[in-house]
Protein backbone atom coordinates (compact mmCIF):
# COMPACT_ATOMS: atom_id res chain seq x y z
CA UNK A 1 0.00 0.00 0.00
CA UNK A 2 1.33 3.46 -0.92
CA UNK A 3 1.90 5.53 2.35
CA UNK A 4 0.43 8.85 2.87
CA UNK A 5 3.15 10.55 1.67
CA UNK A 6 3.11 8.97 -1.88
CA UNK A 7 -0.14 9.46 -2.01
CA UNK A 8 -0.06 13.76 -1.68
CA UNK A 9 2.52 13.37 -3.96
CA UNK A 10 0.54 11.58 -6.55
CA UNK A 11 -2.40 13.78 -6.49
CA UNK A 12 -0.59 16.56 -6.14
CA UNK A 13 1.39 16.30 -9.32
CA UNK A 14 -0.28 13.76 -11.03
CA UNK A 15 2.89 10.32 -11.20
CA UNK A 16 4.52 8.09 -9.13
CA UNK A 17 7.73 6.94 -9.55
CA UNK A 18 8.63 3.62 -8.07
CA UNK A 19 12.43 2.70 -8.48
CA UNK A 20 13.35 -0.53 -8.73
CA UNK A 21 9.95 -2.06 -7.82
CA UNK A 22 9.69 -5.28 -10.12
CA UNK A 23 13.35 -5.81 -10.38
CA UNK A 24 12.96 -9.21 -9.71
CA UNK A 25 10.48 -10.33 -11.66
CA UNK A 26 11.88 -8.27 -15.11
CA UNK A 27 13.52 -11.00 -16.18
CA UNK A 28 10.66 -13.34 -17.06
CA UNK A 29 8.66 -10.08 -18.08
CA UNK A 30 10.98 -8.86 -20.64
CA UNK A 31 11.02 -12.19 -22.32
CA UNK A 32 7.55 -12.90 -22.32
CA UNK A 33 7.18 -8.83 -23.69
CA UNK A 34 9.47 -10.22 -26.58
CA UNK A 35 7.00 -13.18 -27.22
CA UNK A 36 4.11 -11.50 -27.42
CA UNK A 37 4.53 -9.53 -30.91
CA UNK A 38 5.04 -12.71 -32.66
CA UNK A 39 1.61 -13.87 -32.23
CA UNK A 40 0.77 -11.58 -34.56
CA UNK A 41 1.79 -11.60 -38.20
CA UNK A 42 1.00 -7.66 -38.22
CA UNK A 43 3.52 -6.98 -35.87
CA UNK A 44 6.58 -7.49 -36.64
CA UNK A 45 8.58 -4.18 -35.55
CA UNK A 46 10.67 -2.78 -38.48
CA UNK A 47 11.69 0.21 -36.95
CA UNK A 48 10.01 2.87 -38.99
CA UNK A 49 7.22 3.38 -36.48
CA UNK A 50 5.50 2.32 -33.24
CA UNK A 51 3.96 -1.02 -33.64
CA UNK A 52 1.50 -1.33 -31.20
CA UNK A 53 -1.06 -4.25 -29.22
CA UNK A 54 -3.95 -3.73 -27.42
CA UNK A 55 -5.05 -6.10 -24.30
CA UNK A 56 -1.34 -6.30 -24.72
CA UNK A 57 -0.68 -8.82 -20.93
CA UNK A 58 -4.53 -10.20 -21.77
CA UNK A 59 -2.47 -12.50 -24.50
CA UNK A 60 0.19 -14.09 -21.90
CA UNK A 61 -1.33 -15.70 -18.92
CA UNK A 62 2.05 -14.62 -16.79
CA UNK A 63 1.55 -11.53 -17.99
CA UNK A 64 -1.78 -11.36 -16.84
CA UNK A 65 -0.59 -12.38 -13.62
CA UNK A 66 0.90 -8.86 -12.70
CA UNK A 67 -2.70 -7.89 -12.02
CA UNK A 68 -2.43 -10.39 -9.21
CA UNK A 69 0.87 -8.85 -7.95
CA UNK A 70 0.69 -7.39 -4.22
CA UNK A 71 2.47 -4.62 -5.70
CA UNK A 72 0.85 -3.25 -8.77
CA UNK A 73 -2.63 -4.41 -6.70
CA UNK A 74 -1.37 -2.68 -3.50
CA UNK A 75 -0.51 0.49 -5.86
CA UNK A 76 -4.55 0.47 -7.65
CA UNK A 77 -6.06 -0.50 -4.42
CA UNK A 78 -4.17 2.58 -2.31
CA UNK A 79 -5.46 5.23 -5.57
CA UNK A 80 -8.76 3.63 -6.89
CA UNK A 81 -10.30 1.26 -4.28
CA UNK A 82 -10.06 -2.06 -3.78
CA UNK A 83 -13.13 -2.76 -6.06
CA UNK A 84 -10.90 -0.84 -8.87
CA UNK A 85 -11.30 -1.69 -12.62
CA UNK A 86 -8.61 -3.38 -14.57
CA UNK A 87 -9.42 -1.19 -18.34
CA UNK A 88 -6.61 -2.87 -20.64
CA UNK A 89 -3.12 -2.92 -21.31
CA UNK A 90 -1.28 -1.88 -24.57
CA UNK A 91 2.63 -3.41 -25.67
CA UNK A 92 4.40 -1.06 -27.85
CA UNK A 93 7.85 -0.78 -29.43
CA UNK A 94 8.26 3.25 -29.99
CA UNK A 95 10.29 4.43 -32.89
CA UNK A 96 11.03 8.01 -32.13
CA UNK A 97 9.34 11.13 -30.61
CA UNK A 98 6.03 11.28 -28.60
CA UNK A 99 5.07 14.76 -28.44
CA UNK A 100 2.86 15.92 -25.13
CA UNK A 101 -0.84 14.91 -24.48
CA UNK A 102 -2.73 13.36 -22.17
CA UNK A 103 -4.56 10.30 -22.71
CA UNK A 104 -7.62 11.65 -21.42
CA UNK A 105 -9.78 14.58 -19.76
CA UNK A 106 -11.49 12.92 -17.14
CA UNK A 107 -13.57 14.59 -14.27
CA UNK A 108 -15.80 11.82 -12.91
CA UNK A 109 -13.27 9.17 -12.49
CA UNK A 110 -9.37 8.28 -11.79
CA UNK A 111 -7.63 6.18 -14.73
CA UNK A 112 -4.67 5.07 -13.84
CA UNK A 113 -1.35 4.07 -16.47
CA UNK A 114 1.49 1.90 -15.09
CA UNK A 115 4.15 2.05 -17.35
CA UNK A 116 6.96 -0.62 -17.27
CA UNK A 117 9.81 0.65 -19.91
CA UNK A 118 11.96 -2.06 -20.57
CA UNK A 119 15.17 -0.21 -21.81
CA UNK A 120 17.93 2.00 -19.26
CA UNK A 121 16.36 5.22 -20.41
CA UNK A 122 17.60 9.17 -19.60
CA UNK A 123 16.90 12.38 -20.81
CA UNK A 124 18.99 11.42 -24.31
CA UNK A 125 17.32 8.29 -25.74
CA UNK A 126 13.39 8.27 -24.66
CA UNK A 127 12.79 8.66 -21.20
CA UNK A 128 8.83 9.54 -20.57
CA UNK A 129 8.80 13.26 -19.84
CA UNK A 130 5.75 14.79 -17.82
CA UNK A 131 4.34 17.86 -16.41
CA UNK A 132 3.75 17.87 -12.93
CA UNK A 133 0.80 19.28 -12.17
CA UNK A 134 -0.50 19.16 -15.47
CA UNK A 135 -3.59 16.25 -14.56
CA UNK A 136 -5.85 19.43 -12.46
CA UNK A 137 -8.23 19.63 -15.58
CA UNK A 138 -10.50 22.67 -14.67
CA UNK A 139 -6.92 24.53 -13.90
CA UNK A 140 -5.43 27.42 -15.47
CA UNK A 141 -2.04 25.56 -16.28
CA UNK A 142 -3.97 22.56 -18.00
CA UNK A 143 -5.85 25.20 -20.11
CA UNK A 144 -2.69 27.06 -21.00
CA UNK A 145 -0.92 23.54 -21.90
CA UNK A 146 -4.04 22.50 -23.83
CA UNK A 147 -3.33 25.51 -26.32
CA UNK A 148 0.39 26.16 -26.20
CA UNK A 149 2.13 22.85 -25.80
CA UNK A 150 -0.46 19.62 -26.90
CA UNK A 151 1.14 18.01 -29.69
CA UNK A 152 3.68 20.16 -31.23
CA UNK A 153 2.00 23.64 -30.19
CA UNK A 154 5.26 25.26 -28.47
CA UNK A 155 6.85 25.50 -31.60
CA UNK A 156 4.23 28.41 -32.78
CA UNK A 157 2.67 29.39 -29.38
CA UNK A 158 6.30 29.39 -27.02
CA UNK A 159 9.48 29.20 -30.06
CA UNK A 160 10.36 26.00 -28.09
CA UNK A 161 10.36 22.58 -30.12
CA UNK A 162 8.77 19.81 -27.84
CA UNK A 163 11.89 18.76 -26.08
CA UNK A 164 12.37 22.30 -24.83
CA UNK A 165 9.37 22.34 -22.66
CA UNK A 166 10.09 22.65 -19.20
CA UNK A 167 9.41 19.27 -17.67
CA UNK A 168 10.59 16.56 -15.28
CA UNK A 169 12.49 13.73 -16.97
CA UNK A 170 11.57 10.45 -15.26
CA UNK A 171 14.94 7.97 -15.60
CA UNK A 172 14.27 4.31 -16.09
CA UNK A 173 15.83 1.18 -15.14
CA UNK A 174 14.26 -1.92 -16.24
CA UNK A 175 12.45 -3.00 -12.84
CA UNK A 176 11.24 0.19 -12.34
CA UNK A 177 7.56 1.27 -12.23
CA UNK A 178 6.30 4.79 -13.49
CA UNK A 179 2.33 5.66 -12.86
CA UNK A 180 1.02 8.38 -13.65
CA UNK A 181 -2.82 10.02 -13.71
CA UNK A 182 -4.49 9.90 -17.52
CA UNK A 183 -5.21 13.27 -17.74
CA UNK A 184 -0.95 13.90 -16.64
CA UNK A 185 0.93 15.57 -20.17
CA UNK A 186 3.31 13.35 -20.99
CA UNK A 187 5.84 13.02 -23.91
CA UNK A 188 9.12 11.28 -25.13
CA UNK A 189 12.28 12.89 -26.89
CA UNK A 190 15.33 11.32 -28.24
CA UNK A 191 14.21 7.63 -28.47
CA UNK A 192 15.63 4.88 -30.83
CA UNK A 193 13.58 2.84 -33.18
CA UNK A 194 12.49 0.29 -30.93
CA UNK A 195 11.87 1.79 -27.19
CA UNK A 196 10.08 -0.80 -25.41
CA UNK A 197 7.27 -0.02 -23.11
CA UNK A 198 4.10 -2.07 -22.15
CA UNK A 199 1.26 -0.71 -19.90
CA UNK A 200 -1.69 -1.76 -17.41
CA UNK A 201 -4.48 0.52 -17.20
CA UNK A 202 -6.83 0.53 -13.85
CA UNK A 203 -9.50 3.24 -13.27
CA UNK A 204 -11.95 3.28 -10.34
CA UNK A 205 -15.56 1.45 -10.96
CA UNK A 206 -17.60 3.45 -13.24
CA UNK A 207 -21.06 4.71 -11.60
CA UNK A 208 -22.75 4.87 -15.27
CA UNK A 209 -23.44 2.07 -17.02
CA UNK A 210 -23.76 4.09 -20.14
CA UNK A 211 -20.43 5.77 -19.99
CA UNK A 212 -18.57 2.32 -19.44
CA UNK A 213 -20.33 0.96 -22.58
CA UNK A 214 -18.92 3.94 -24.71
CA UNK A 215 -15.85 3.77 -22.93
CA UNK A 216 -14.88 0.33 -23.62
CA UNK A 217 -16.17 0.50 -27.81
CA UNK A 218 -13.81 3.87 -27.71
CA UNK A 219 -11.31 1.86 -26.94
CA UNK A 220 -11.68 -1.12 -28.57
CA UNK A 221 -9.62 -0.59 -31.99
CA UNK A 222 -10.32 -4.58 -32.78
CA UNK A 223 -12.72 -7.22 -33.21
CA UNK A 224 -12.85 -9.59 -30.13
CA UNK A 225 -15.34 -11.84 -28.56
CA UNK A 226 -15.20 -9.63 -25.23
CA UNK A 227 -13.48 -6.49 -24.00
CA UNK A 228 -10.52 -8.63 -22.18
CA UNK A 229 -8.03 -11.49 -24.13
CA UNK A 230 -8.58 -15.32 -23.69
CA UNK A 231 -5.86 -15.52 -21.14
CA UNK A 232 -6.61 -12.93 -19.08
CA UNK A 233 -9.82 -14.26 -18.40
CA UNK A 234 -9.40 -18.04 -18.36
CA UNK A 235 -5.98 -17.67 -15.77
CA UNK A 236 -8.57 -15.30 -13.62
CA UNK A 237 -9.09 -16.19 -9.69
CA UNK A 238 -11.93 -14.75 -7.68
CA UNK A 239 -9.52 -12.23 -6.70
CA UNK A 240 -8.69 -10.86 -9.95
CA UNK A 241 -12.36 -11.21 -11.14
CA UNK A 242 -13.33 -8.67 -8.98
CA UNK A 243 -11.58 -6.29 -10.95
CA UNK A 244 -12.72 -7.79 -14.23
CA UNK A 245 -16.42 -8.46 -13.64
CA UNK A 246 -18.18 -5.04 -14.47
CA UNK A 247 -16.26 -4.54 -17.85
CA UNK A 248 -17.13 -8.31 -18.22
CA UNK A 249 -21.18 -7.64 -17.55
CA UNK A 250 -20.75 -5.66 -21.03
CA UNK A 251 -18.90 -8.64 -23.21
CA UNK A 252 -22.11 -8.99 -25.21
CA UNK A 253 -23.05 -5.18 -26.11
CA UNK A 254 -18.96 -5.06 -26.19
CA UNK A 255 -19.20 -7.74 -29.02
CA UNK A 256 -22.12 -6.34 -30.53
CA UNK A 257 -21.08 -2.99 -31.04
CA UNK A 258 -17.49 -3.10 -32.26
CA UNK A 259 -18.31 -5.96 -34.88
CA UNK A 260 -17.65 -3.86 -37.73
CA UNK A 261 -14.03 -3.45 -36.59
CA UNK A 262 -10.86 -5.11 -38.62
CA UNK A 263 -9.40 -8.49 -36.35
CA UNK A 264 -6.03 -8.35 -35.08
CA UNK A 265 -3.91 -10.65 -37.30
O1 LIG B 1 7.00 6.61 -23.95
C1 LIG B 1 6.33 7.24 -24.76
O2 LIG B 1 6.73 7.45 -25.92
C2 LIG B 1 5.02 7.86 -24.36
C3 LIG B 1 4.04 6.90 -23.78
C4 LIG B 1 2.64 7.41 -23.91
O3 LIG B 1 2.37 8.42 -24.50
C5 LIG B 1 1.54 6.68 -23.32
O4 LIG B 1 1.70 5.54 -22.88
O5 LIG B 1 0.42 7.23 -23.30
Same mark, same amino acid.
Given at each position: *???? /????????????????? *????????????? /????????????????????????????????????????????????? $????????????????? !????? &????? !?????????????? &?????????? !?? @???? $???? #????????????? #??????????? @??? &???????????????????????????????? /????? @????????????????????? /?????????????????????????????????? *??
Amino acid at each position: *MLSE /QQLHFFHTFGYLKFSGL *MKDEIGWITEEFT /QVFPMFASKIHDGTKRTSIVAFIDQREKLSSLIDDPRINGICTSLLGDD $FNYMGSDGNYYSGNTTW !HPDDN &NRERL !HLKIAFYLDELDHS &NGALRVLPGS !HH @VDDR $FNHD #LREKVFHKASEKY #LGIPGEDVPAV @VVD &NVPGDVLVFNHNLYHSAFGGGKSRRMFTLNCS /QRFTD @VEVLRSYIVKNAHFKRPSYYG /QAMIASANPQRMKHLEQVMAQDDFFAEHTSDLPV *MA
